[in-house]
């Protein structure tokens, strides 16, 4: 075998070998010294916010797993971040953030799992045809409770087509009629039954014409077999059965 060709096999083994030792360094502490990082961010997330996310990746570039760990930290919406080698020395991060469910409060995004994001995250062209439920303010922090998220997700698409949903406590939730607005009815969202509510919904004339004179008229329909028609100005109601 000649020189040249020994010097040349011992520089291929050379390349190989650091390429491997490289590679198990960067497996074994997720270490990575690159000159070049680059965020490709899902195109729902506004360009400000996608810029923000790009310097902050680009300021903890020492070690992968602290990277993404502190990414999901700082912005709890992010769905997935995923990362690959362009080259030795260029790796390119992918993130998606979380898909809204519907909008509550007409600021915020609620996820499916109950998770809450504000709208601003997002650009204006994505969701604007989500339905929405309005709930306290105090109620609007990072997440929801399990109870509002089931029922939440539980309803019916006619339901938000008929009637505006306020969530006023894990007890009670206040559907005003669209279509009456002088009709508002009360349901319990532990035990929402939505075959009874549509009943009412297309039966809500009947209800109204014993106090048509009245300003307003609320169908309490939170109870077993029964249901309460109050009257707005005196006070009184009436007992009547579903």
Not at 84 to 103: C, E, G, K, Q
Not at 136 to 143: E, I, M
Request: charged share 20%; net charge negative.
């Amino acid at each position: 075998m000649k020189h040249g060709q020994k010097i040349y096999k011992s520089g291929i083994y050379y390349v190989i070998g650091s390429i491997v030792c490289i590679a198990i360094m960067r497996t074994i502490n997720g270490t990575f010294a690159c000159k070049t990082v680059t965020c490709t961010i899902d195109p729902r997330i506004h360009q400000e916010v996608a810029k923000d996310i790009e310097n902050h990746i680009n300021g903890q570039t020492s070690n992968i797993a602290k990277t993404i760990a502190s990414a999901y930290k700082t912005y709890p919406w992010i769905k997935s971040i995923h990362y690959n080698y362009i080259t030795p020395y260029s790796v390119n991060f992918s993130i998606m953030a979380h898909d809204p469910y519907i909008r509550c409060n007409d600021t915020i995004y609620m996820t499916a799992d109950g998770l809450l994001i504000p709208q601003s995250i997002y650009t204006k062209d994505f969701y604007t045809d989500l339905y929405t439920i309005h709930i306290p303010s105090c109620v609007c922090t990072t997440s929801i409770s399990s109870s509002l998220c089931t029922f939440i997700t539980s309803i019916p698409d006619a339901f938000f087509d008929r009637f505006t949903m306020h969530w006023h406590d894990e007890h009670l939730v206040l559907l005003s009629d669209k279509q009456k607005s002088t009709c508002t009815l009360l349901i319990d969202p532990d035990n929402p039954s939505f075959d009874t509510i549509t009943t009412i919904a297309d039966n809500i004339d009947t209800f109204m014409q014993k106090n048509i004179k009245n300003i307003h008229t609320t169908i309490d329909c939170r109870f077993a077999e029964q249901i309460i028609v109050y009257d707005a100005i005196r006070g009184n109601h009436d007992k009547g059965s579903v």
